[in-house]
């Protein structure tokens, strides 16, 4: 069963940064993709980041040039490398990978931007 588990979220302060780190197990295959959605209160869930196997990203509008988004395979890890950080980014953070017609989702963790 594949399992996804997020971490590195918690409280940071306006202009700091965080690293996110979802790990993967009970898979023998590699991901097409790998991605980071948020969902804020009140808010739809929304793609922040995504990088396939053959390390194409994509970024959403907001937060590129302050994220990056990187996979170690060998570890079946998926980072998102979050740097000055705004009230706006604050939501919890979901992991999802993809595998044919399958995605999988993690947990979640609470990111909170506020000083």
């Known amino acids: 069963q594949v399992q996804l588990v997020e971490s590195g979220g918690g409280l940071v302060q306006p202009g700091g940064s965080l690293r996110l780190s979802c790990a993967a197990s009970?898979?023998?295959?590699?991901?097409?993709?790998m991605g980071w959605y948020r969902q804020a209160p009140g808010k739809e869930r929304e793609l922040v980041a995504r990088i396939t196997s053959g390390g194409y990203t994509n970024y959403a509008g907001s937060v590129k040039g302050r994220f990056t988004i990187s996979r170690d395979d060998a570890k079946n890890t998926v980072y998102l490398q979050m740097n000055s950080m705004k009230p706006e980014d604050t939501a919890v953070y979901y992991c999802?990978?993809?595998?044919?017609?399958?995605?999988?989702w993690g947990r979640g963790t609470q990111v909170t931007v506020s000083s």
């Open positions: 009970g898979i023998i295959f590699r991901f097409d993709a």
């Open positions: 999802k990978a993809d595998r044919g017609g399958a995605g999988y």
